[in-house]
């Protein structure tokens, strides 16, 4: 039996309290808003764990995580869900028609 892929991308935060740490992001779950607020994706951090990120602190907050800073997170990822296949990807298309209808420019503004 397949395991069901599920895409996972990796960011850093560029300033702040927490600069440099390493959030995991799971692009595709806005599309259960079960799980998050809308608008918002889920992610996982060491620390914490399981979170909610808007799009605007993915977009504004944030830079990509080299495969040498989120290695030691994308381990931890698998033991959590050895169940899935995991996908990273580079980037989020938050660009979809459900996403631009339910989130505002506004939010983006305000991160």
């Not at 602190?57 to 040498?68: D, F, G, I, L």
């Not at 800073?69 to 296949?85: F, G, I, R, T």
Request: with cysteine; net charge positive.
């Amino acid at each position: 039996m397949s395991k069901k892929i599920v895409k996972v991308l990796f960011r850093k935060d560029r300033s702040g309290d927490f600069k440099g740490s390493i959030t995991a992001i799971f692009p595709e779950s806005w599309k259960d808003n079960t799980w998050t607020n809308t608008g918002n994706v889920a992610g996982y951090v060491h620390v914490g764990q399981h979170c909610e990120c808007s799009i605007a602190w993915y977009q504004q907050r944030t830079v990509k995580a080299s495969p040498e800073e989120y290695a030691e997170l994308l381990l931890e990822l698998k033991s959590v869900y050895h169940d899935y296949e995991l996908k990273v990807v580079q980037k989020m298309n938050y660009n979809r028609p459900t996403i631009k209808r339910e989130v505002s420019e506004k939010d983006f503004q305000n991160g």
